[in-house]
């Protein structure tokens, strides 16, 4: 065989400096595709949202990838990250769910006690509280913009000045706006506007001027409760809003919602401009599982070694990873269906299909199996499984009376703090859980009503399945292939009885930065973990007094790297402890190198 070799001359050069540069500049043009200046107002603004090098939205940016570029703490020297400062308030059992935001010298978080405070980053000293007026403050929704803070208070949108903590005097009724339906996750700012997604579920325009309401719209169909409940992002080039769906209600008896109950556990594109749905994907029809799309959507480019592609991810309690093109709503790999088993209840009618999502591989199980039991020792499994065999175990299967449904995906899976991806690299990183539940009903007047909910767990009060019970999470978002999963979470009794690392179930959302590390929290052992993001090792952890449910903020104050992170315990986690080991508190923390 020959080769014909291409000859190296001036001409040559010139001409793959040319396309090189055509390449370079393709590739830059893609990865910035949120900046199309004849569709965005406020464009040097609105940058400040969809930058990576600074904290003004509680999730990092406008597009949910929570990656900061800044590695002046890295793989290398982690491992002497020191505390900078504690703050301990007052306890109090409202747990913080929402990332803290970075105005100038100024952390801004919100705070157990029902409060949002402003720390002075050198000190550590408050430097002004807002009180909640009317009711509890938003625990997953917090952005900066045009020097204005913007956060939810049940159902009012308010406006606080950062440098004062006052509410703003042209704002609103006193800095208030009312709206007629509460709202959990993030407002989106777009143009000169304010979008909120509310929990009833409508999506509501407010003026960024003065907060005058201009106009309000159903998402869903009339007498439909679900609720975009984790957050939202937003793709300024498009105008588009991506966001998640909670369940419809009731819960867990679908006898009066008949039908696939639209936009319920979906992923929704919302037109910015007109509030109309664009597309969703449904991923689970007439859900009577409590498997709800908790984590908010993130945006990203893509390359599959053949085209840049605009893609949203959606992280999910069933365990699934959505990867579908921004554009045109299909999914980037192929979905199937699987048939249901059909409900023993004739007033219960449940899809015959469901999709079945095989690529990206699933991260967590999606059937409960007798193979699932726990394996830590025949006593244990012989506990467990006297408790199975009286249940009802499978995919999907539909609740009867008096005979328990056994099945994963509950708490999840991915929860509501969603994951982290690094925009360069595009490799994604999240936490999951993966705990069985056990739950039981009765039958009243042809209504299913739930008797009781709970975690299926062995003679001791650990999971009742094989471990890991949570682990961390990368995948390569460009071909959707995992890289490594590894527990997160210790139970330190287990440990010393020379099992391995379990993982544990847990409430948190990873931090991911340029230093090729993993901030997190949010597992039951109280850590912060430092993760080496190329293969999941960990290379520092501090204890915490009390659990995380926020992910880390990582920021720059006067040329220094600083991590911060809230540690207020409760939650979910102290509702289904079975070892009083999970307490309520309110501290927060910051750490950098010496």
Known sequence: MKFKFLKINAVN????????????VVFVNRMNNSFNENN?????NISLLTSFENWHVNHGDAQLNRYV???????????????????DLENHDFQVQSSAVVFNELIISHTADNKLIAIDVSSGNIIWTFYSKFSSLNS?????????????????????NPKDGKA??????????????????????????ILVLTMNPTIVKIDLKDGSILWEKNLGED????????????????????????NPKPTFDGSARPGNNLYANSLLAISADSGEVIWHFQETRHDIWNLDIAAGPILSTIYNGKNYIDVVIGLTKIGNILVFDRSSGKSIYPIGEFQTVTSKRGTESI??????????????????????????????????????????????????????????????????????????TNILFFASSHIPWILEFEEENESLNLKEWKQLLDDEGYPGSKPPWGTLNAYNMNNGEKLWTVPFGEYSNLSMQGFPITGTENFSGPTVTSGELLFVSGARDKYLYAINTNNGETLWKYKLPFTGAAAPTVFEYMNKQYVF????????????????????????FLFSLP
């Not at 570029?69 to 703050?87: A, F, G, Y």
């Open 40 to 44: 965005i107002e406020n464009l040097e």
């Open 13 to 24: 050069i010139i001409f793959i400096a040319i396309i090189s540069s055509v390449l370079i």
């Open 69 to 87: 570029d800044l590695n002046e703490i890295n793989i290398s020297n982690v491992n002497n990250l020191e505390l900078m400062w504690q703050l």
């Open 140 to 160: 997953r929704g917090l952005i900066i913009f045009e020097e204005k803070i913007y956060t939810m208070e049940g159902n009012y949108l308010i406006c606080i």
């Open 223 to 246: 007498n439909l409760s679900f609720s975009p409940w984790g957050a939202a992002s937003i793709d300024y080039s498009r105008g588009v809003i991506y966001t998640t769906t909670g």
């Open 565 to 588: 992170v809230q540690s207020t315990g409760g939650g979910k986690l102290k509702q289904f402890d079975k070892f009083n080991e999970i307490k309520e508190g309110n501290s927060y």
């Open 351 to 424: 899809s015959k299909y469901q999709p079945s999502i095989q690529f990206p591989e699933p991260f967590s199980k999606q059937e409960f199996t007798l193979n699932d039991i726990t394996n830590l020792s025949t006593e244990k499994y012989n506990y467990v499984k006297e408790i199975v065999k009286s249940s009802n175990i499978g995919r999907l299967i539909p609740h009867e009376p008096n005979a328990p449904s056994v099945y994963f995906g509950v708490h999840g899976g991915a929860q509501w703090p969603g994951g982290a991806l690094n925009p360069n």
């Open 168 to 193: 703003c005097d042209n704002f609103g009724i006193d800095g208030y706006v009312t709206l007629e339906h509460k709202s959990k996750i993030n407002p989106i700012i777009y143009k000169n506007s």
